[in-house]
């Protein structure tokens, strides 16, 4: 049968149904959130009171932080009632996701409830995490089984990527391909098939390396702060890295799945991994659970210097001040920018931190090889539900490959650690890696045919680094691919991904080599942000020394780049995702169309490091509000909105809220809700403006600005914030620049002006605000912290 989702019903309100009620909203969805009537309101008949608990819950969610919702307005595709009086309103939905607590029992009379109303055909799915998918289904009539799965979504359900779909032995294969696909396409999720294992399979490989974690530590005598440091960003994990992670899941969650796999998996061969230890019962005893108790394995409290995290101290159970661990091999490995090559760096290390990398990756190299194929019959899929369900930059499996399969394999033997026979059957035929790959495809060995297969997704997921065969051109920087059918790809890696001269090098080369030898560029990476922005230490180095000139320079050269994006002979569309700030905005502004993954938080900052967007986003701002100037729609973003962005350091949250901000536009620009899909629809992006006969813009000369109209006003405004104390005599200064600019300068009326002209006063104030002390203690402040200074 055809399917199309219009309307899904979410049955529980709780942290988890709230926010995947939220989700769906945000790309679109009509949702009938339900949940119990409280106790004491049984006997009502005031809807407010018999849906207290739906709404209260559905309130909290809404100003929980990070928001599950691309912007507010999605609130409006939600209605909530109660299971008593609205659940024969699911007779109206597409798809119903049962989300109420962990008890067989409650779910099975749920499902009773269900069947009464649900029509034929409709999807029904479980979002547990820890019971047995098939468990829940039984008793139920032939229709519901065939249409009934897991469905298990990690959380938050906006940010975390994963969407396990675990089918029974009666789930329709259309309806496991259905969730596969809707789930990739529309809800911008790694979707993972699973078996009906327990913990399916990211909890079971997570929660393995974390109970591995806590087993090594005791044993090599480490603490809690050293371990943080081991398993963090470093080793291309979370900020949260290990104990951290505890504390925001639930410490007590954390055991009962490592307790539910030692019950339930009677022949996993590491079941004493999840033995739990003496220290981490006392924790749970002592109900130190982690964030919603207040504590757990950290502890924030009050002091003299304000808000302070002390660390437990696992020997003697007292909280204690952090301590900053020292290790010779993580300050060698932390300047290395390439993950794998850290990763290779860390695993030789002489010292304790070396001791404890070979010990983790030994432990779960063989956990892993001895689940293939109990838990899923592809390798892929490990790596997958890993990367999405719990943020590793590389899989289980991938990490194997960068440290050498034979190799790691010959030490772990040493070491006495075993792989599954598997892996020494794949090594003996002359395979040597679980991944390749061949003509820009990326290949898994696969277990059971004993061959290479192509991962699926084809031509939706384009990743540049796999088109490494078809180099064009590379500087140190800078990379520029064939990525097919006449298109080209150019990437850039950097400190977070910021833009200094040899990226703007490589961005003109790029361009010029697109023009002469394809039918446009697609800007993008593959990194975990699109661009943190101009280089600032280059800048605070030539105003430092006050090389005036050469700083002169270099913003010409950056204006000069981002022109060359918006005024070339092919389209340039760009990719962004993850962070896109300051230059790296301003290059999206130029762009012939942006394709931006929905978990994009885009803006110009400059202000906070007292500066204005030198790069052309200032001028772009007021070439946009002058062309919004003769509308009269009131969706319009107006000058002045334009001027408080930036005056801000606005951020948007999400691609979607960038709309509100002129950022992207509308009917124009395109938001890609699975990050992993947005360059090959850049790439369709670039095709289809080829294909419709692309001609070269021609450089603007009738940009409208208000002159001292304008500036009068914004002037006023900036006096009132600095009057209230809502900005510093800096902020002021630099805001008064700004409205400058923005307004064409001090103009007697409203005029016609150029681009040139407007990029020339924006290097000026740009150029001016670098002699600024206070700016350059604020860019000072960013380079040693992180955080600007407020001066």
């Known amino acids: 049968m055809k399917r199309s989702i219009r309307k899904v019903a979410v049955l529980g309100s709780g942290v988890m149904g709230s926010r995947i009620a939220c989700h769906f909203a945000g790309i679109g969805v009509q949702v009938l959130l339900l949940d119990m009537v409280p106790k004491g309101s049984e006997e009502s008949t005031k809807p407010a009171e018999r849906n207290k608990l739906v709404n209260d819950a559905l309130q909290a969610a809404v100003k929980s932080n990070p928001s599950p919702v691309f912007t507010k307005d999605v609130l409006k595709r939600i209605t909530t009632g109660n299971f008593d009086d609205n659940m024969k309103d699911i007779a109206s939905c597409d798809w119903i996701i049962e989300v109420v607590v962990e008890r067989l029992d409650i779910k099975q009379l749920i499902y009773e409830k269900v069947e009464r109303f649900r029509k034929p055909g409709t999807l029904?799915?479980?979002?547990?995490?820890?019971?047995p998918i098939h468990m829940m289904a039984e008793g139920r009539s032939d229709d519901f089984r065939k249409n009934f799965c897991g469905s298990h979504f990690f959380n938050p359900p906006r940010y975390l990527r994963l969407l396990e779909i675990i089918p029974t032995p009666h789930t329709d294969p259309a309806v496991v391909d259905f969730l596969m696909h809707y789930g990739d396409l529309y809800l911008g999720k790694t979707t993972v098939l699973c078996k009906d294992t327990p913990a399916f399979i990211a909890n079971r490989i997570g929660v393995f390396s974390i109970m591995s974690v806590f087993h090594i530590m005791d044993k090599l005598g480490l603490t809690i702060d050293?371990?943080?440091?081991?398993?963090?960003?470093?080793?291309?994990?979370?900020?949260s890295a290990t104990f951290r992670t505890g504390d925001l899941v639930g410490i007590d969650t954390l055991v009962k799945v490592a307790k539910g796999v030692a019950d339930n998996c009677p022949n996993d061969e590491a079941k004493e991994v999840f033995t739990i230890p003496a220290w981490l019962d006392t924790v749970v005893k002592n109900n130190w659970l982690g964030d919603k108790t207040g504590q757990g394995f950290f502890k924030k409290i009050k002091s003299a210097e304000g808000k302070e995290i002390l660390t437990l101290n696992l020997q003697t159970m007292e909280y204690g001040a952090r301590i900053k661990p020292k290790f010779a091999s993580i300050e060698a490995a932390k300047p290395v920018e390439d993950l794998r090559q850290r990763i290779k760096m860390l695993n030789?290390?002489?010292?304790?931190?070396?001791?404890f990398y070979r010990m983790f990756h030994y432990a779960l190299f063989s956990y892993i090889s001895h689940r293939i194929p109990e838990i899923s019959d592809e390798i892929y899929r490990l790596d997958d539900a890993m990367k999405a369900g719990f943020g590793w930059e590389i899989g289980a499996f991938e990490t194997w490959d960068t440290l050498g399969v034979a190799k790691t394999v010959d030490a772990m033997k040493s070491a006495g650690y075993k792989v599954a026979p598997w892996v020494e059957e794949m090594l003996a035929a002359g395979a040597t890696g679980f991944y390749k790959v061949e003509a820009g495809k990326r290949l898994y060995y696969d277990v059971a045919s004993k061959s290479?297969?192509?991962?699926?997704?084809?031509?939706?997921?384009?990743?540049?680094?796999?088109?490494a065969d078809k180099l064009v051109w590379k500087n140190s920087a800078c990379r520029l691919y064939d990525i097919g059918d006449g298109v080209a790809g150019f990437e850039w890696s950097s400190k977070m991904n910021s833009i200094g001269g040899e990226v703007l090098e490589g961005l003109n080369k790029a361009i010029t080599t697109a023009e002469e030898k394809f039918k446009g560029l697609v800007i993008a990476n593959d990194g975990p942000n699109f661009s943190a922005g101009a280089n600032v230490g280059m800048i605070f180095m030539l105003a430092i020394e006050q090389e005036y000139d050469e700083l002169d320079m270099a913003i010409r050269m950056f204006q000069n780049s981002m022109m060359r994006v918006r005024y070339s002979s092919i389209p340039v569309v760009t990719a962004p995702h993850g962070l896109c700030l300051g230059g790296g905005c301003e290059m999206n502004l130029h762009a012939d169309k942006i394709c931006a993954a929905a978990e994009t938080y885009i803006g110009l900052v400059e202000l906070g490091v007292g500066l204005i967007p030198g790069g052309g986003g200032t001028k772009e701002f007021a070439l946009r509000a002058g062309d919004e100037?003769?509308?009269d729609e009131p969706e319009t973003v107006t000058l002045k909105d334009r001027f408080f962005s930036i005056a801000t350091a606005k951020v948007a949250t999400s691609a979607q809220e960038s709309f509100d901000m002129g950022i992207m536009r509308k009917g124009h620009d395109e938001v890609v809700m699975n990050i992993g899909r947005r360059i090959a629809e850049a790439k369709k992006s670039v095709i289809a403006l080829y294909d419709e006969g692309y001609s070269m813009p021609v450089q603007r000369n009738d940009v409208k600005?208000?002159?001292?109209?304008?500036?009068?006003?914004?002037?006023?405004?900036?006096?009132?914030?600095?009057?209230?104390?809502?900005?510093?005599?800096?902020?002021?200064?630099?805001?008064?620049k700004l409205a400058y600019v923005m307004c064409g300068g001090d103009l007697t009326s409203q005029s016609l002006v150029n681009e040139q002209y407007l990029l020339d006063l924006e290097r000026e104030a740009f150029l001016s605000l670098c002699g600024e002390k206070k700016t350059l203690e604020r860019i000072q402040s960013v380079l040693k912290s992180g955080r600007p200074v407020r001066n």
């Open 124 to 131: 029904v799915t479980s979002n547990t995490s820890g019971i």
């Open 348 to 355: 030789a290390a002489p010292d304790k931190a070396g001791e």
């Open 629 to 631: 100037l003769h509308t």
């Open 452 to 467: 290479y297969k192509a991962l699926p997704g084809g031509e939706a997921f384009i990743i540049l680094n796999n088109h």
């Open 226 to 239: 050293e371990i943080e440091a081991l398993t963090g960003p470093v080793m291309g994990r979370p900020k």
């Open 705 to 736: 600005v208000m002159g001292r109209l304008g500036l009068g006003a914004m002037l006023a405004g900036i006096n009132g914030m600095w009057r209230g104390n809502y900005a510093t005599d800096h902020d002021a200064l630099v805001a008064r």
